[in-house]
């Protein structure tokens, strides 16, 4: 047996060798199957709060912002979204944060009447690749690419947007199509993957269950299974963790945990209407994501999902991952959780860099 006073230095002798960037990233996003509330309520009000917690514990977060959504918004209604929209990101770039790209396209032929939208099916980039409207896959990422450095080049001069998430990870099929796409338009970071994960609903299906054994790596276009020895974009992969049989079903921890839930601010746009029974098991056995926006979980979960990635990893040089949370879907307990797991990984792991995009792209 490993004694106590052998164990602490054999720890500290991994991983202090190691290079450890953690990326806290926040997709800014509205409900996309529809609001039960305000915008504020659903976006500025918990996004206000990620960004003062933040600042609170002295890291710096990244927004993955949903543009499209934004661009459509400027049309439907510029003073109640819009020009908050607009605003949120200024004050965040300017208090030292980051900004990046999050493209649900979707939202290019999602309607508006009433005063609420109604929103479309066309959820996945190849939905539009013979969209001659938009300029097929090619149009819409450098349609997201120029509107967003427009917007936050009024904030910063030196801005430039380098990174991305793919609305609901949709990176395939088409994937060369989409990544060719994003390098030509200057994105060198992606964060889309999550290494297990597996969703299918009635409008798309990921299946991340096979990405290449390298804590981070240059991406295939044609290959999504295998490193990439050339140029292109370097996947920084949201952190996971393979669930085990032992654990309780997740729809147990859910009523178990309810009194920790958020509010209910909108609509989901996924259902599982006409899943088959394969799609459901592989859903159910699918790694689980580093995030706080799961209320199931708790903050000693989170540090074992951040332990398994570094663990995994050990014999690498550098390890750089992702968490990934929702404002529209935080809560008291999420930024509870948020508090804690920052708090933790300080203390047990003080080399830690809590890193942003923009920042490792200067460097």
Known sequence: MISGKFALPLRVNIFQTMKIKLFLTFDHELPLGGLRTTYHKALFEPTQRVLDTADRLGVKVTLFTDILCACRYREWDYVQFYAPYIQQLHDAIRTGHDVQLHIHPHWLTTGYAGGTFLPSTDF?????????????????????????????????????????????????????????????????????????????????????????????????????????????????????????????????????????????????????????????????????????????????????????????????????MSLISHPKGMGEYSFELMEKFISAIRKSYPDVEFATFTRLHNR
Not at 152 to 168: E, H, N, P
Not at 281 to 293: E, N, T
Not at 299 to 307: A, G, K, M
Request: net charge positive; hydrophobic share 40%.
């Open 124 to 320: 996945a980039p190849a939905d539009f690749k013979d969209n001659a409207s938009f300029g097929g896959i090619e149009g819409i990422i450098k349609l997201s690419v120029d509107r967003l450095n427009e917007i936050c080049l009024a904030a910063d001069a030196a801005y430039r947007c380098v990174a991305c998430r793919a609305g609901g990870y949709n990176i395939y099929p088409e994937t060369k199509a989409i990544f060719d796409a994003l390098y030509r338009a200057g994105i060198r970071y992606d964060s889309s993957m999550a290494r297990g994960y597996y969703f299918k609903s009635s409008l798309s299906e990921i299946d991340f269950r096979r990405l290449p054994s390298k804590p981070n790596w240059t991406v295939d276009p044609s290959n999504l299974h295998v490193a990439y020895s050339g140029d292109g974009i370097l996947e920084i992969p949201i952190a996971t963790i393979p669930k085990t049989p032992f654990e309780l079903p997740t729809r147990f921890k859910q009523k178990r945990y309810a009194h920790r839930a958020v509010e209910n601010r909108g609509h989901m746009i996924h259902s599982d209407e006409g899943i088959d029974l394969a799609s459901k098991i592989r859903m159910l056995f699918a790694a689980r994501m580093l995030s706080f926006d799961n209320h199931t979980l708790s903050p000693d979960y989170l540090l074992r999902i951040f332990r398994y990635q570094i663990s995994r990893y050990k014999k690498s040089g550098e390890v750089m």
